[in-house]
């Protein structure tokens, strides 16, 4: 699983990520990934998290299905949603969506204590199963709907939900986070009659929490997520 093949394959994915952050520059508000972000994205194994007939395709800057439906997110996504929600060392995360699970892993990589919420109880029980087998114990997954976050473990340094919310924010996430927090959600515009033509148009919005606890937001990149259901 560590073998030099799939290092020099993590290596070009890391590689046409930062490719696509250049090209992103203006919106993201940076020109590179975070070092450590980075250092996580060549760390984690994607290979263990994609299906065993599409392991050929696991390091590919694309999404994958997963099976129910759902998907892996593309690599560049990963990262970015990674990089702006500015995750530290002993941080709380709550992701939404674990699906396969490689997000969650991500963030444990970079130190976060991960609370991950997961819909589809068959994807819960093998991501849990998946990042326990590789040794990821910072990361717990529980089946539920995300949208109402996790009260009990709230409140939560960053949120970074991996599915694309209807309209709004949800008002329970929002509450969640920490002051001095950042929330990272796709937020589905509903495209209208453009939908047809051009797919379902979604901002990848990033909210900060400020010490006081007002809210400022700004949308940073079109984007394309399962919806949240
Ligand atoms: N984070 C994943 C991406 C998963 S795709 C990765 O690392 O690749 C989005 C996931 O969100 C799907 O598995 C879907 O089942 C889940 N999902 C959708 N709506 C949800 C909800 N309301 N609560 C929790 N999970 C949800």
Request: hydrophobic letters at 45%; glycine letters at 10%; aromatic letters at 6%.
């Amino acid at each position: 699983m560590f073998s030099k093949e799939t290092e020099g394959s993590r290596a070009s994915m890391v590689a046409a990520i930062e490719a696509d952050v250049a090209d992103t520059a203006r919106l993201l508000g940076k020109d590179a990934l975070d070092p450590q972000v980075r250092e996580a994205m060549l760390t984690v194994p994607r290979e263990a998290f994609v299906p065993d007939d599409l392991r050929r395709f696991a390091y590919q800057n694309r999404p994958l299905p997963i099976g129910h439906g759902q998907t892996i997110s593309q690599p560049f996504i990963v990262a970015i949603m990674t990089d702006l929600a500015h995750v530290q060392d002993g941080d709380r995360v709550l992701e939404v969506g674990t699906g396969c699970g490689y997000q969650s892993a991500i963030l444990a990589a970079l130190g976060a204590r991960v609370f991950s919420i997961e819909a589809l109880t068959e994807l819960a029980g093998a991501a849990a199963e998946r990042l326990e087998a590789l040794g990821y114990d910072r990361v717990t997954v529980r089946q539920g709907n995300g949208a109402e976050g996790w009260p009990d473990e709230a409140p939560f340094d960053a949120i970074l939900v991996t599915a694309a919310a209807p309209g709004r924010v949800p008002e329970a996430l929002i509450r969640q986070l920490a002051p001095g927090g950042r929330m990272v959600v796709p937020v589905d515009r509903g495209g209208g009659a453009d939908s047809f033509l051009f797919g379902p148009s979604q901002d990848l919005m990033l909210l900060i929490k400020d010490a006081q606890g007002r809210v400022e937001e700004r949308s940073v990149l079109p984007v394309a997520f399962v919806p949240l259901v």
